[in-house]
């Protein structure tokens, strides 16, 4: 009879034992590791349907702009919207091609209706464009209804891709059809919507025997509108429970249900001329509504998202627990084998070694030991506290060198904008003329002020001001050369101090700041632009002042030199004594 010795029986079993419990943690591993990868892919899928969604919101979009370029007139602002729109549809045309490249090469039916979708799409805005050209005198009816339909027809096709796009996707990953068809329904209102504003359009430019027929196809529409909402309203209420939804559709009842559409029907049962709106005063109105379809659109987009990773992380976590599970009973387990082996000399190297650790100042948590006599147990107790008392103070330390290093940084930098401020300045220029020698090219000193910033704040508010400086210090910051220094100096006043630069340069320097900073658009000021005057002063060689008083109220006198010659502009000369303001 074989006889084994209880050590190798103990390690013997430990390892029988540590199979079955990571053969037990591969079958909870599995399952939970194949429905993450499920998810992963569904998240893959539904954000190349995204795609899908947005190039048909955009070309639906597009015919707004449209619009308002054809029967609102063919105004510079209109005409800009008009091309802005058609760039953000093309965008979205090549990104959603990019994404599915591999199906349209594969696909000939695929690659066929993305085909079909440009060239309607090449058709319709050649028609809008014709439209656009014989508006000089007003709208001419047929030619917008022309331009109109052969956008509807664009529309549909984009719509077609849409869906056959998006059959696809349910086809490869069935879990998230739900989902697809919500997404859908969300895209399929807000085309449906913005085409019920083209019918109002065409019945206020209309001649007066269309109006009957305008006025019953914008009834239809009206109609399916109401019922694609009601629609999304049951499938949230039933399926998917998210207050976020809920809430962006009781927005859109607000604002378009109960608000824009109500308007649009009004005004098409408006039979005297005289009352009805004009294109623009309909659009103005009509337009700023639709926003709210997109936003529902986004938040059923969100929702599904949120939704599938949320699955994702659970099936993570289930595959995380289980393979924890299992690790930590391996280990365990592995520890009771060794435990006769390693039982003295493990403990003593595992204190050496927190001793070396916190020596070189590693405090890390160690692996936890097992000891064998109380006062082993007292020597780790004592380590911990050692650890516990250099952490602490090393903790310390480094937040006392964190709060060192941010009030430097706040007492060197202006809070608005991030740069230096100007008591900061003024500490490195005297060093920095200091340096100036008769072989070196010299330093420019250029003082600008924002051209009438008091109206910006009038107009638009001290908050958007703000945004104002900060712009104006990036753009300033963003075109300036390494080695520069760029200072906010007081209100809406900027300091450069230009290192080896001659005059010349220093002018050219100080030009191209001007032509970039009144050709960068304020997002929050409607894209209006603003400008600056600037006075340039240029210190080198020995025959030139090197005290910076003086050369900073030069470039003072020479800023409101530039104001008083009309502002945006440099100004490096002689000045004169008018006042100026702004």
Known sequence: MIQFSIQKLQFVGAVVVGVVCLGLAAIGIWPAYSEMRKYERSIGEFTRFESALLAASNISAERGAANEAMAGGATPETLQGLSQARGVTDDSLRDLK?????????????????????????????????????????PEPKAVAKAITTMFAAADEASRLRDQIGGRIVSVTPEIGF????????????????????????????????????????????????????MLRAYSAAYVDNPTIDRAIADMDLVYLNGALVYAQDVARMTVASERPTVAVFTQRYLPAMKSVDVLRSEIISATFASMMATKVEARHAMLVSAGLGGVVLLVLTGLALVLRFGLFSPFDAARQQINDIANGDFAEPRPVHHLGLELQDMFAKLSFLRSQQQTKHRLEMERHDIV???????????????????T?????????????????????????VDRFKLVNDRFGHAVGDHVLQKTAAVLTGNLREGDIVSRYGGEEFLLVLRDVSAEQACAIAETLRKCLAETPIEE???????????VVWCGGESTSSNWDELVNLADRRLYQAKRMGRNRVWAGDVTDMSATG
Request: hydrophobic share 45%; net charge negative.
């Open 405 to 423: 290093e941010q009030l430097k940084r706040l007492s060197e930098t202006d809070p608005l904008t991030g740069l230096f401020n100007r008591r």
């Open 425 to 449: 300045l003024y500490g490195l220029a005297q060093s920095i003329l200091d340096e100036v020698r008769a072989e070196t090219p010299g330093v420019g000193i250029v003082l600008l002020d």
């Open 525 to 535: 000021m409607g894209d209006e632009r603003v400008t600056a005057s600037f006075g």
């Open 179 to 230: 989902e697809v068809l919500m997404a859908t329904q969300a895209s399929v209102l807000r085309e449906h919507a913005d085409r019920l504003g083209s019918y109002v359009v065409l019945q206020l430019i209309g001649l007066p025997e269309d109006f009957a027929t305008y006025a019953g196809v914008m009834a239809a529409e009206a109609v399916r509108v109401e019922d694609i909402v009601a």
């Open 98 to 138: 990019e994404q599915f490249s591999g199906e349209v090469h594969a696909s000939a039916r695929l690659k066929a209706a993305f085909e079909d979708v440009i060239r309607r799409l090449s058709r319709a805005r050649v028609a809008v464009d014709d439209a656009v050209r014989v508006a000089n005198g007003g």
